[in-house]
């Protein structure tokens, strides 16, 4: 059964280029610096500017596979669609774009967290009931925001995208030139990382820029999409590389990786202020705060569409909880719910770790697809497909042994939360849908 409102907010050439890059870099910013950089360097030690490298190159072999799909068939929720062309209308399909949107509600909670945690050094205050609260509050502006409309997205995302790439890039060279260059991210642990911890840090930095799906997914709407789509993923993947690497060698010039992994969960601030006093410190924190408000606002923007589109192509059950307006404005309301509990319910480690589990599993698969079953099509070339599959596959399995070691619990609910997505895509699709289908509609 087609939804009446399957095409109802869908608007052609209502993002412009600017703005899809904007929505990318917004994600990819907000969660790859302020939410991120910690943690990569507790796993990859005094080589985790590095590990930002390679990630790069990772996605950069990832984005190929997005980019050649969505040249053909640019669409909103586009992910969705690159998976179905590739296996089907079938649980596959289904499952891993279940996954992704998972993910990215994942990253919203991950951003949201930083978000509060950032707004609240100034008082000095770490961890507490006010950092789900504040989670919470942010996004819910979100959705205030997303409900505006397509446009005031857009605008709003470039303003921030600009305030905030330019303000880090400073942030970066003001702490590089006032350590005179130097690096002083060497301690007597620096020796105590090992090769699996620094290819499980890869898997995070992957995670940092796994915004660029964010265009992906609103591909319908871009102007020019059979152009602009790949051109926004490119220039949104580039101008992070430059960003993340400044603030890289900024932070790991202002801190051991001691004084890194003590304050992860805000190691930007705890950089500025030996670097740039008090006033870097707040200018700091006031960036962090403009860069998460965004990420949060362009991922719930992403995944509510991509969520909507799912629906619409029945591969995900839906219900109105008698709600009024088109699906999409019910997707909304699910992401910031689902998005607003995980915030409450877990710290940052771990909803990364979820986001790094679900999102690899999740381009592998479309990777496969691609290869086995579109590349001709597309124009795709086998080697680079190959090369992104096999890269996937190889951090994902150290960032699971680390987390072996370091967390069990999370791995075991990672794995039981993707079993779950596929089986239950599998009953909704064979043993609910195609029933009502064959009764009622043929």
């Known amino acids: 059964m087609k939804h009446r409102h399957s095409n109802e907010g869908y608007k052609a050439g209502s993002i412009t280029l600017g703005g899809a890059v904007a929505m990318g870099t917004g994600v990819m910013i907000g969660a790859g610096i302020f939410a991120l950089t910690g943690q ?16 790069a ?15 053909v068939w640019p669409s909103a929720g586009g992910i969705a669609m690159i998976l179905q062309k590739c296996y089907g209308p079938g649980a596959i ?54 409900i505006a409309g397509n446009r005031s997205i857009g605008l709003f995302s470039l303003v921030m995208a600009a305030i905030k790439i330019g303000g880090i890039a ?56 059979h152009r ?21 060698f900024g932070v790991g010039s202002s801190l051991t990786i001691d004084e890194i992994i003590a304050a992860r ?15 870097g410190f707040l200018l700091t924190v006031f ?16 995944v509510s569409r991509m969520l909507a589109m799912l629906t619409d192509m029945e591969m995900i059950p839906h219900s109105h909880f008698g709600m009024s307006g088109p699906i999409q404005r019910h997707t909304l309301v699910y992401t910031v719910v689902i998005a607003s509990t995980l915030a409450v319910l877990f710290d940052l480690s771990r909803i990364a770790s979820l986001g790094v589990f679900f999102y690899l599993v999740m381009d592998m698969v479309v990777h496969f697809g691609v290869w086995r079953f579109r590349q001709q099509e597309v124009g795709a070339r086998g080697p680079v497909l190959l090369v992104a599959l096999a890269s996937d596959a190889s951090v994902l399995v150290a960032f699971t042994v680390m987390k072996l070691r370091s967390d069990p619990a999370i791995v075991a609910f990672a794995v039981s939360a993707i079993a779950v997505v596929f089986i239950f895509e599998w009953v909704f699709l064979s043993r609910w849908l195609a029933p009502r289908r064959d009764g009622v509609h043929r």
Do not use: H
């Open 287 to 302: 960036l962090a705060v403009v860069a998460t408000a965004s990420a949060v606002l362009a991922s719930v923007f992403a």
């Open 40 to 55: 990569i360097a507790e796993l990859a030690g005094p080589f985790f500017p590095l590990a930002f490298i390679i990630g």
């Open 93 to 146: 399909a289904a499952g891993a774009a279940l996954l992704m949107a998972l993910s990215m509600v994942i990253a919203e909670s991950l951003v949201a967290r930083t978000f509060a945690t950032y707004l609240l050094r100034p008082f000095d205050i770490d961890g507490g009931p006010l950092v789900p609260i504040l989670a919470v509050a942010v996004i819910l502006f979100a959705f205030l925001v997303n």
């Open 228 to 248: 602009s789509v790949g051109r926004a993923i490119t220039i949104s993947i580039a101008l992070c590389v430059a960003v993340y690497l400044l603030v890289a």
């Open 170 to 225: 400073l942030f970066g060279v003001a702490a590089l030139w006032s350590s005179g260059f130097g690096v002083a991210a060497t301690s007597p642990r620096g020796d105590s990382f090992g090769a699996t911890g620094f290819i499980a840090s890869v898997a995070l930095a992957i995670l940092a820029f796994k915004g660029f799906t964010t265009i992906t997914n609103s591909g319908a709407e871009i102007t020019d999409p």
């Open 265 to 279: 969960d805000y190691s930007l601030a705890e950089a500025a202020e030996p670097a740039l006093g008090k006033v």
């Open 57 to 71: 190159i990772i996605t950069g072999f990832s984005a190929y596979s997005y980019v050649k799909m969505s040249n």
